[in-house]
């Protein structure tokens, strides 16, 4: 396996290479000097003092997207499954840690990775191994003839996985927002609820529907203006390259239906897990757990405020250099 690694590991390299060799690339790279061009005349014309930081961002952003690009030309290249569903999984945890760093409540990493990790596989086994995008696997009773052909390659795989684990992660941040939020402002009436015998699954049911509303209606109201008022960039994109407008049109969906899925799925794990902890064994409310969220919430208020104040200072500083 180390040998068959190396060996794609060089050919992209080689690819990389002979690219860069083009001339088009270049000439494409020259012409679009013209717009930095323009950009630093404007910030020279307007004093903002951004003329070094632009010309630095270009060199930087050129660098950091041909290495981007000849990492996307080496795990595109990837044939087997394994391997493919092995990045996603690495993803998934890099997806978790960022979840962990927007909402750092007490096991919120593990939480969000089982949550991202397990809405992510089922929902892409689904699709890969029902014919829906992929042509379904061989030597089955029945034929289907995807849109892509099987086996699935990684410029296929990964890229919807990384669609479906960015929806995952981001709706279901929403949902775990929300329902901590209105938990937190609900205490009362779910304290009195459970003084009455309710268990706190029924008590807190109202604020989980909720929430679940919160963090899908962005992505339902996009599905509900498909072809009407937008046309999403995959499916243009696949009509550039020369895919037939229905079969592209039968991708998109498929591919909405797939966020959708796993954002849903995500949203219910992250909060059927993380609303255990605010309940003791005893069905009355965690206290310990929710002087936690108070003084976690208090912090992430405190970062903010030091973030705000740092920023008014260097607004200040840049102003009275540009009086200068």
Known sequence: MASEILTVIWQTLQNVWTTLQ???????IALSVILLIMLIGLSLWQKTSFESKLIWIFLRGFIQIVLFGSFLTLIFGIQKLWMQFLIILLMCIFAAYTNYQSYPYP???????????????????????????????????FIIEGIIPYPPTGE????????????????????????????????GR????????????????NILQDSYKASLTPTINRVATLGIVSIPGLMSGMIIGGVPPIEAAVYQVV???????????????TNMIFTRQFFTKQQQINLVFLNTLI?????KIDKKKVRQKKRGERRKKRKTNQMK
Do not use: C, H
Not at 22 to 28: D, L
Not at 157 to 177: C, D, K, Q, T, Y
Not at 190 to 198: K, S, V
């Open 190 to 205: 779910i304290e009195a609820a459970l003084a009455l015998g309710d268990s706190s699954k029924n008590a807190i049911q």
């Open 295 to 299: 003084q976690l919430e208090q912090v």
């Open 156 to 187: 296929y795989v990964i890229p919807m996985g990384s669609m479906v684990i960015a929806s995952a992660m981001r709706m279901s941040g929403i949902a775990l927002e929300r329902t901590k939020s209105d938990i937190t402002k609900s205490r």
């Open 107 to 141: 096991k919120m990493f593990l939480i969000g990775l089982l949550a991202i990790t397990s809405s992510t596989m089922f929902v892409m086994s689904i699709v890969i191994f029902s014919g829906a995008i992929f042509a379904a696997i061989p030597n089955l009773p």
């Open 22 to 28: 083009e001339p088009n690339i270049w000439i494409r």
């Open 255 to 269: 591919i909405f239906l797939m966020l959708l899925s796993a954002a849903f799925i995500a949203s219910i794990i």
